[in-house]
């Protein structure tokens, strides 16, 4: 029996998050869009000022009885450079931060542990940055922002930062692929 639950992460530019997520097995829906911030319904010219306090985000639609809370967030962390505040390779500002919005307790709790783990393991070359703060309300983001990598795989943005993240997830989570 499905159980929808939802994640809203924020890892850089919401069109590499949700490329990513489209194609995990057990995930039913992706959204990019936008929270965080003080400005109700923002646009996207105005998380892109900077001045809103909004992430660029996704929600993650997911089935928990195929995918587990857990699961997310490692993809989360592989897929991104959690360790880099306020940008992610050439994408800078705080509408670009690592962030895990939970929305409840134990998303919480996982995402903290998880972190500590990571930490502990040593598993990236600098302390892990990423913020793990209580979801507010989600604004989703324009409609040509919706499976823009789909709709534009030949674009130079996705040719060259959104597919290398697709590949790596491809190749370190293949059992967590959706089937063809």
């Not at 390779?89 to 783990?117: C, K, M, W």
């Not at 943005?157 to 089937?179: S, T």
């Amino acid at each position: 029996m499905a159980q929808q639950e939802v994640a809203t992460l924020g890892g850089g530019c919401f069109w590499c998050v949700e490329a990513v997520y489209r194609e995990a097995e057990g995930v039913t829906s992706v959204v990019s869009g936008y929270m965080g911030g003080r400005k109700p319904n923002p646009t996207y010219q105005d998380v892109c000022s900077g001045t809103t306090g909004h992430v660029e985000v996704v929600q993650v639609m997911y089935d928990a009885s195929q995918i587990a809370y857990r699961d997310i967030l490692e993809i989360f962390f592989a897929t991104h450079d959690p360790t880099t505040l306020n940008r992610q390779g050439n994408d800078s500002g705080t509408q670009y931060r690592s962030v895990i919005f939970y929305h409840s307790p134990d998303q919480r709790a996982i995402a903290e542990e998880l972190i500590r783990e990571l930490s502990a393991r040593k598993s990236f070359p600098d302390p892990i940055v990423t913020a793990v703060e209580p979801a507010t309300e989600f604004y989703p983001a324009e409609d040509y922002h919706q499976q823009y990598f789909e709709n534009h795989p030949n674009q130079p943005y996705c040719a060259f930062v959104v597919a290398p993240k697709v590949q790596k997830f491809r190749k370190k989570f293949a059992e967590r692929l959706k089937a063809s």
